[in-house]
């Protein structure tokens, strides 16, 4: 697939790979996330390099079947990521300071990945299946010294399950760290074990004080932003339309009221049209009429023995959680990236 520029001044044209995009309308994945992660796929290993001028979205769109918002969101997803940049008039494209490995592997390499990947899928395995299954390899076969992640957070099964996430996403060390852990006295000495503080922009301002007052040589801090996980959105789309969704939380939390409206933010950034959401703080004593007006509801997995027997019978229930966003894991690799594990200083 090619497309010519749309500049009249700018000749060149874009060649995708034979065969164009793969496009699968029965994943889980959004559409413009599959087109996201190929075009992703084509910067790292430098099919695009820097400077390329994507497809209008309008001529791209009407190649691959699908709606021209469905591309923009690929390209908004790639911008935010520092992948492509816009110029006025200019169009779209591949942003000047995106990183390539292309001239870290070969041809050999490259096709090997693929013959993996695809080995994989006709296998059954899911991408966090062969993530890990690669990851665990890797750190198997001894690469040398990694940069150690913190994983900073307030809720011990959240921090235990993200640090998983990070681990298969970024193939490094990464232990969890709750917020405590950083108000003793032992802070500083703690926090030499780490070259990088991971938290969740909801935390950051209180871990950056928190690592200020530990000590002038701790680690830099780096905050992630989360999304709802792709099985969530993909029973949230099944609802009829017009659902009236409640997003619940208890409110014997001390937090509760900032949580449950994070909950619903991250649940309107889908742009899910069937529903219509409500977020709600529920107080201990309360029965089946405080739902009422609802059609279904949003519990996160934690709290699911405190609603149990709270929840009016029949009334469906979505069990919510979260993922790490695909711009903060590109933002993590490209930090960790261009970091030394410390304490390795230079050889002179």
């Not at 010519?4 to 889980?28: C, H």
């Not at 232990?175 to 500083?188: F, I, K």
Request: hydrophobic share 40%; with cysteine.
């Amino acid at each position: 697939m090619s497309a010519r520029s749309a500049n009249k001044n700018d000749e060149r044209e874009i060649v995708f790979p034979r065969g164009g995009f793969d496009v699968d309308r029965s994943s889980i994945f959004p559409v413009y996330i599959q087109l996201a992660e190929q075009i992703r796929y084509l910067i790292a290993t430098a099919a695009l390099t820097p400077g390329a001028l994507l497809p209008p979205t309008r001529y791209l769109a009407q190649n691959l079947g699908v709606s021209r918002n469905t591309l923009e969101n690929a390209y908004k997803l790639l911008i935010q990521e520092g992948l492509l940049e816009t110029r006025g008039g200019g169009g779209t494209r591949v942003a000047a300071g995106a990183r390539t490995i292309r001239g870290r592997i070969d041809d050999g390499l490259l096709k090997s990945v693929e013959a993996v990947v695809e080995r994989a899928r006709t296998a059954g395995l899911s991408i966090e299946e062969l993530t890990s299954l690669v990851a665990s390899r890797y750190r198997t076969l001894g690469a040398g010294p990694t940069v150690k992640v913190g994983l900073v957070e307030c809720n011990p099964s959240a921090a235990e399950y993200f640090t998983g996430e990070l681990r298969r996403a970024l193939g490094v060390e990464v232990r969890s760290l709750m917020l405590d852990d950083l108000r003793g006295p032992g802070a500083g000495e703690l926090l030499e074990e780490f070259d990088v503080i991971v938290t969740v922009f909801y935390h950051f301002a209180e871990v950056r004080k928190l690592l200020r007052e530990a000590g002038p040589s701790t680690p830099e801090v780096v905050a992630i932003t989360m999304q709802p996980h792709l099985s969530v959105v993909n029973e949230l789309s099944k609802l009829p339309k017009g659902t009236r969704l409640g997003v619940i939380y208890p409110a014997e939390d001390w937090h509760a009221a900032e949580r449950v409206r994070r909950m619903e933010a991250t649940i309107l950034k889908t742009g899910l049209k069937n529903i219509k959401v409500q977020s709600l703080c529920i107080e201990p004593g309360v029965g089946p009429s405080a739902f009422e007006g609802l059609d279904a509801l949003l519990v996160l997995s934690d709290h699911m023995s405190f609603f149990k027997d709270r929840m009016p019978a029949g009334l469906p229930v979505v069990e919510f959680r979260n993922t790490l966003d695909e711009a903060s894991i590109h933002m993590l690799r490209e930090v960790i990236g261009d970091m030394k594990p410390r304490g390795l200083a230079p050889k002179s």
